[in-house]
C-alpha cells in the first residue's frame, strides 16, 4: 500500500460506522464485483515518476445527461458534433458504456470515487448540503497527493458540492440545472471557496470554459494538472445559447418506435413504469415538455453548445502544443430518454438511460481510432485517471482501469454488473428497483412493489426492450438463474449506511 492509500485509508479505518462496521472492515470489504476480484494496480507514484519523467496532463469532459447515441461519431442522424468525434477518432471510443445509477448527483459521485452509490451512501439528489465520507478519497484527492494541481468547473451537482474537498481551483455551482440566462457560480482558489455569486447574461457552459482557459494559462511550474469540465447543458429547461436559436428549424423528428407504446397498454410492462411521471407533456411532472419536437431539437442544440466549448479546450490545448501531452476523457453521468415509451428523464434501467458516452485520447498510449465493445462501467472512471497518471488505484475502488482495452481486446472484462436506482416518489415518481445486465440478459427487479414486479429481456433478439419474457415458463432457469446473481452481486458491494442521513 502506497502513502497516498494509507493517508486516505489507513489513517481512518479504526473508526466505527454507528452499524458497527469499522471503516477499515467496510473499505477491506469484499468487492468480488461482477464475478471478478478487484487488486489494486501495482504502481506506485515514485516508481511512475522515475520511469516517466513526464505524467500526462488530464482533461475529463462529463456531459448532463448525455446518450451514447447523440455524437455524429455514434452515427447521429442530425446532431453534429466535430469536437467530440475528434476525441474518439483520435483516441479509443467505447461503445458499451453505462452508469450504474442514472441519477446526476448519485452518479457523479461514482465517478469522482470509483464505487459504488450503495458503497457510498449518495443514493439519490437528496440531502445536497451532507459532504461524502471523508475517509472516502476522491481520485482528484490522490493526484494531488500525488502532485498535480486540480481543478472542477461547472456542474457539480454532488454531496456538498465535493466543497469540503481541497481544489487548487474551484468555480462550480451544486444545482441541477442553475439559472442559464443568470447563472450561480461558487469561486475557490487552494481550499477556500467564496460565497455563492450570480453572473449576468452569459451562457453558464460558456462562463464554465472561459474560467477553465483563465486558469490554464496560470503558471505552475511543471506541476501537471487534472482539470474537470462538467456542463449543465442539455439539462432541463433545454436552454440555448443565443449562437444556437435557429438550428434545427425545419427539420423533422422521427418518433421512436415505442413513443405510442403508451396507447397500447405498455404491453408486458409492470405497474411502477406505467405509473412513473417522466413523461413528455402527458402528466404533472415539473418539467414542461410540451412536445418531443421541441424537447429533442433543445436537447441536441444544447449538445451542440458544449461541442463548442470542447472544441475551445482543445484547440487551447493544442496552439500551446501540449495537446498530447494531455489525457482527455469524455463521459457522461447518464443517458435520456427520448421520447421512448414517451418517457423523457432518466433513472429507469432501460437502455436510453443507462448507456452514456466514453471516448479517451492520448496518443502516447492509445491508438487512434479504437473501437471497443466491452461493458465499461462509471466506476471504471477513477481508476482509469490514475492509471493515466501512474498513480496506485486502491483495492477499495470497485471499477478497473479500461486503459488494457486500448491496446488490446478482452472478451472477459466485463460479463455482468449492478444496477441500482433510490430516488422515490419525488420528483418523477420513478420507484426504486435494481437489476442485473449481461452482455444478452437484463433483469429489473421492482423490490418494493406489491406484488414484486420484474422485467425480463434479451437484448440480442429485442433491443428496444418491447418483449418481458419474466414469467414465461420457458425462461424459468433463466431468469432464476439472474435473479441469484443479481442477489450474489449486490451481496458483494458493501453498504454504508452512515453515509446516508435517516
Not at 486516505?8 to 458497527?20: L, R, Y
Not at 461547472?154 to 441541477?176: A, L, S
Not at 482558489?189 to 482557459?213: F, M, S
Not at 436552454?239 to 427539420?251: A, I, Q, T
Amino acid at each position: 500500500m502506497t502513502n497516498i492509500e494509507q493517508q486516505n485509508v489507513v489513517g481512518t479505518a479504526e473508526k466505527e460506522s454507528p452499524n458497527g462496521t469499522t471503516r477499515r472492515d467496510f473499505l477491506q470489504g469484499s468487492l468480488a464485483v461482477a464475478g471478478t476480484v478487484l487488486t489494486a494496480t501495482v504502481v506506485s507514484p515514485i516508481a511512475s515518476a522515475e520511469a516517466k519523467p513526464k505524467r500526462p496532463n488530464l482533461v475529463f469532459f462529463f456531459g448532463e445527461g448525455q446518450r451514447a447515441d447523440a455524437l455524429s461519431i455514434a452515427g447521429h442522424p442530425i446532431l453534429k458534433t466535430p469536437n467530440h468525434d475528434r476525441i474518439g477518432r483520435e483516441g479509443v471510443r467505447f461503445r458499451n458504456a453505462f452508469c450504474t445509477n442514472a441519477l446526476c448527483a448519485p452518479a457523479r459521485a461514482v465517478a469522482l470515487t470509483g464505487m459504488y452509490s450503495r458503497s457510498t451512501g449518495a443514493l439519490s439528489n437528496e440531502h445536497p448540503n451532507v459532504p461524502l465520507p471523508s475517509d472516502i478519497p476522491l481520485f482528484t484527492d490522490l493526484l494531488r497527493e500525488a502532485g498535480y494541481e486540480v481543478a472542477i468547473l461547472g456542474k457539480v451537482h454532488v454531496r456538498n458540492g465535493v466543497e469540503e474537498r481541497y481544489w487548487d481551483y474551484y468555480f462550480g455551482h451544486n444545482n441541477p440545472a442553475n439559472d442559464y440566462a443568470n447563472p450561480l457560480f461558487k469561486e475557490g482558489r487552494k481550499g477556500k471557496i467564496e460565497p455563492e455569486k450570480r453572473y449576468h447574461n452569459i451562457y453558464p457552459d460558456d462562463l464554465t470554459v472561459d474560467r477553465a482557459l483563465a486558469w490554464l494559462e496560470e503558471d505552475r511550474g511543471d506541476k501537471p494538472f487534472c482539470l474537470l469540465v462538467w456542463f449543465v447543458a442539455p439539462h432541463e429547461p433545454f436552454f440555448r445559447p443565443r449562437r444556437h436559436l435557429d438550428l434545427y428549424n425545419g427539420v423533422p423528428i422521427p418518433k421512436p418506435a415505442t413513443f405510442d407504446d403508451d396507447l397500447k397498454g405498455y404491453p408486458g410492462k409492470p405497474k411502477s413504469f406505467v405509473e412513473g411521471e417522466n413523461k413528455i407533456g402527458t402528466t404533472s411532472s415539473h418539467v414542461a415538455c410540451g412536445s418531443l419536437e421541441g424537447m429533442a431539437k433543445n436537447y441536441y442544440a444544447g449538445l451542440v453548445a458544449v461541442d463548442d466549448n470542447i472544441g475551445r479546450v482543445l484547440d487551447y490545448l493544442e496552439k500551446k502544443n501540449i495537446l498530447d501531452d494531455t489525457a482527455i476523457v469524455h463521459g457522461s453521468d447518464h443517458g435520456y430518454f427520448l421520447g421512448e415509451w414517451r418517457l423523457f428523464d432518466k433513472r429507469l434501467m432501460h437502455e436510453p438511460s443507462i448507456r452514456v458516452p466514453l471516448m479517451v485520447r492520448y496518443p502516447k498510449r492509445i491508438p487512434a481510432g479504437t473501437v471497443r465493445d466491452e461493458m465499461v462501467l462509471d466506476t471504471d472512471l477513477a481508476p482509469t485517471f490514475l492509471d493515466l497518471a501512474g498513480v496506485s488505484i486502491p483495492a477499495h475502488m470497485q471499477g478497473k482501469s479500461v486503459l488494457p482495452l486500448a491496446t488490446h481486446a478482452n472478451p472477459n472484462f466485463r460479463k455482468e454488473w449492478l444496477y441500482e436506482y433510490y430516488e422515490y416518489p419525488n420528483p418523477e415518481n420513478v420507484a426504486v428497483h435494481r437489476g442485473i445486465r449481461t452482455e444478452r440478459y437484463k433483469l429489473i427487479h421492482y423490490y418494493k412493489d406489491e406484488p414484486e414486479a420484474f422485467e425480463l429481456y434479451d437484448l440480442k433478439t429485442d433491443p428496444q426492450e418491447t418483449q418481458n419474457l419474466f414469467g414465461k415458463p420457458e425462461h424459468t432457469n433463466l431468469q432464476q438463474h439472474l435473479r441469484d446473481r443479481l442477489r450474489e452481486l449486490q451481496a458483494a458491494v458493501p453498504e454504508r449506511r452512515d453515509a446516508t442521513p435517516a
